[in-house]
C-alpha cells in the first residue's frame, strides 16, 4: 500500500519546543527529559528510538497529554498545552482533547479479561457516553479479528490482543496515535504483521509515532528521533 503524503508545510499534529520533565522524588530530581524540540506532522509516521531509561516513554505520554511537562512548550492537535513551562490547559480541557484526537497503545495489552474482544473496543466510549458496536466490530475486521468479536483475551494468543489493543485506540478516530513498544511482547513473525497494520493505517492519512529500541523495526520508518538520556540526539529521514 503507498505511504500517505506528508505535508511538511502544515501544521504539526503534535510539536514539542526545549520541552523537559522532572521527577521529584524527596529531594531528588530525576531529569526525564531535557531541551527536547521535536514536531510531528499530519500524516507522519515517525519512531523515537532509544534503549530504555532513554526518555521515550515519557516523550510519548507528554505528547498524548497523559502528563505535563516541567519547561518548554507544548502543543497537540491545535492547542497548546503548556508555553514557557507553564500549563496553559485545564486538566478538563487536557481530558477533552486527549479523547477527542489520540489513541494509545502500548506493550501491555491492557484488556479487561472479562469482556469480548468487542466489548473491550468499545471501552473508551464510555468515558463519551457513547455505544458503537457497529464501528467496534468494523475496526476489528479491520485489523483482521472479524473471526472473534465474542472471543475473550484468555481465548487469544498475544498477537491478536495486541490488534484488539489497536482496534481499542481508534474508537474515537484519532488524528494521531502514539504506540509505545507496541511490538515488545509478541514474536517476530508477529510483529511484522502489527507493523504492516501500522503502514495501512498511516497511508490512510493517521499520524502515527512509534517508539522503540528496536532499531531493526526503526530501519523501515520514515523517520527516526533518535533519544538518549533524556535528550534528541539525531535524526534521520
Known amino acids: 500500500m503507498a505511504e500517505a503524503a506528508v505535508d511538511q508545510t502544515a501544521t504539526p499534529v503534535a510539536e514539542a519546543s526545549g520541552l523537559g520533565k522532572i521527577y521529584r522524588r524527596g529531594a531528588e ?21 532509544g534503549p530504555s531509561g532513554a526518555g521515550k516513554s515519557t516523550l510519548l505520554n507528554l505528547l498524548g497529554v497523559m502528563d505535563v511537562p516541567t519547561a518548554g512548550t507544548l502543543r497537540v492537535a491545535g492547542a497548546t498545552i ?38 473491550n473496543v468499545q471501552l473508551p466510549l464510555l468515558w463519551a457516553d ?8 468494523e475496526l476489528l475486521e479491520r485489523v483482521g479479528l472479524g473471526h472473534r468479536l465474542t472471543h475473550r483475551p484468555t481465548e487469544m494468543s498475544g498477537g491478536e490482543m495486541q490488534r484488539v489493543a489497536i482496534a481499542r485506540a481508534l474508537i474515537n478516530r484519532p488524528r494521531l496515535l502514539l504506540a509505545d513498544e507496541p511490538t515488545g511482547n509478541v514474536d517476530t513473525t508477529t510483529r ?11 497511508a490512510d492519512g493517521l499520524t502515527i509515532v512509534l517508539a522503540t529500541h528496536d532499531r531493526e523495526l526503526a530501519a ?18
Not at 457513547?130 to 466490530?137: E, I
Not at 511484522?192 to 498511516?202: A, M, P, Q, S, T
Not at 523517520?223 to 534521520?236: A, L, P
Open 82 to 119: 503548556a508555553e514557557g513551562g507553564r500549563l496553559r490547559l485545564s486538566e478538563g480541557g487536557r481530558d477533552k482533547l486527549r479523547r477527542e484526537n489520540i489513541g494509545f497503545i502500548f506493550t501491555e495489552f491492557f484488556l479487561l479479561p472479562t469482556l469480548t474482544a468487542v466489548e
Open 29 to 49: 530530581e530525576i531529569h526525564a527529559l531535557r531541551e527536547i524540540s521535536v514536531a510531528f506532522a499530519p500524516g507522519a509516521f515517525s519512531c523515537v528510538l
Open 220 to 237: 523501515r520508518m520514515d523517520r527516526v528521533v533518535h533519544v538518549r538520556e533524556g535528550r534528541v540526539v539525531e535524526e534521520t529521514a
Open 192 to 202: 511484522d504483521g502489527i507493523f504492516d497494520l501500522f503502514r495501512e493505517l498511516n
Open 130 to 137: 457513547k455505544d458503537d458496536r457497529a464501528y467496534a466490530a
